[in-house]
Nanobody, 115 residues
Framework: QVQLVESGGGLVQPGGSLRLSCAASESILSFNVMRWYRQAPGKEREEVAIMTVGGTTYYGDSVKGRFTISRDNAKNAMYLQMNSLKLEDTATYYC?????????WGQGTQVTVSS
């Protein structure tokens, strides 16, 4: 059973930065794709960033140019660098992986952007 654990969330002022981490219980190269999602209260889940096993990345329109997805294969970890944070980035952020058609989720980490 794949386990994913997010960390790095917190309270930050508008314009600030945070780096989220997602630690996997096995090699992330075994995953077809990894994603960051977020969900704010009362809103639908939003796909934030994607990284394929080949290293191709995609970003949601709302975060393009501000967020960067990356990974460290040796540490079995995926990251989300979030810069120029806005109030509307406030949400619970989840990492997700797909392996052999099975989808795995972390427990989420809260990001609050507030002045």
């Amino acid at each position: 059973q794949v386990q994913l654990v997010e960390s790095g969330g917190g309270l930050v002022q508008p314009g600030g930065s945070l780096r989220l981490s997602c630690a996997a219980s096995e090699s992330i190269l075994s995953f077809n794709v990894m994603r960051w999602y977020r969900q704010a209260p009362g809103k639908e889940r939003e796909e934030v960033a994607i990284m394929t096993v080949g290293g191709t990345t995609y970003y949601g329109d709302s975060v393009k140019g501000r967020f960067t997805i990356s990974r460290d294969n040796a540490k079995n970890a995926m990251y989300l660098q979030m810069n120029s944070l806005k109030l509307e980035d406030t949400a619970t952020y989840y990492c997700s992986s797909v392996k052999q058609l099975n989808i795995y989720w972390g427990q989420g980490t809260q990001v609050t952007v507030s002045s």
